[in-house]
């Protein structure tokens, strides 16, 4: 792995829903209507339930959380298709900054990569609408690896696709299990609290830093050396 000077991050990894696009409503919209459709209802319980888990992972949750007598996938498919749907229809729901925080960032040479929770056909429908997909090295699904967040598998998975030691990522969250992830996996993390759903207790304590806003990315933080 390629390492990096003191002070210089090796790589900035995204994650998506909450720090790039407004979307975390966007899926507790879709879920309880999802949910309403099959008898059942959603709570804030169920959502906080299933934050960070991959597709598999909140699929598994709704279905014993609801009771619900239906394949993991089928649940998959139906919420991904509704989320996908909305993207198509009304465009990215925006957070303000986030495009040119990443357009500056990208045109300094720096590597960016996006490490998400969400089902890649969400990644992907996100990442179009806002036209910014061709400014990531590298888009990594919590569904590629075992463990979705807060384990820091999603995250030790980008590092090494982008060819740098974890050590020398800055990860930027808005969750407290993204958070938890990119510290497991020996990254310093910046946490910018999403004002539409506000991180977990414990997000702010377990960050290496909050920024107000993705602006503050200009000004890098140092990094230990590797």
């Not at 059942?40 to 299933?50: E, F, G, K, M, P």
């Not at 990215?92 to 500056?104: C, E, K, L, M, N």
């Amino acid at each position: 792995m390629r390492s990096h000077p003191q002070g210089t991050p090796a790589a900035v990894i995204f994650d998506l829903d909450g720090v790039l696009v407004d979307a975390e409503v966007w899926w507790d919209e879709v879920r309880q209507t999802w949910a309403a459709e099959h008898g059942r209802a959603w709570s804030q319980a169920d959502q906080a339930a299933v934050m960070g888990a991959n597709s598999l992972g909140w699929a598994g949750i709704i279905r014993e959380r609801l009771e619900l007598d239906l394949p993991d996938q089928q649940i998959v498919e139906e919420i991904v298709a509704a989320m996908v749907e909305r993207y198509r229809t009304r465009g990215a729901p925006r957070i303000a900054g986030a495009v040119d925080a990443v357009q500056r960032l990208a045109a300094t040479g720096l590597p960016l990569a996006i490490a998400s929770s969400s089902h890649q056909a969400v990644i992907d429908a996100a990442l179009n609408s806002l036209g910014i997909s061709n400014l990531f090295r590298v888009v990594v699904a919590s569904d590629e690896v075992a463990h979705g967040k807060p384990a820091p598998d999603v995250y030790l998975l980008t590092a090494r696709r982008l060819g740098v030691d974890p050590t020398g990522c800055l990860v930027v969250e808005d969750s407290l299990n993204g958070v938890l992830a990119g510290r497991a996996a020996g990254m310093t993390v910046a946490l910018v609290p999403n004002a539409s759903v506000p991180p977990a207790a414990g997000a702010r304590e377990a960050a290496s830093m909050i920024l107000s806003s993705l602006a503050e990315l200009d000004g890098l933080p140092t990094l230990p050396a590797v």
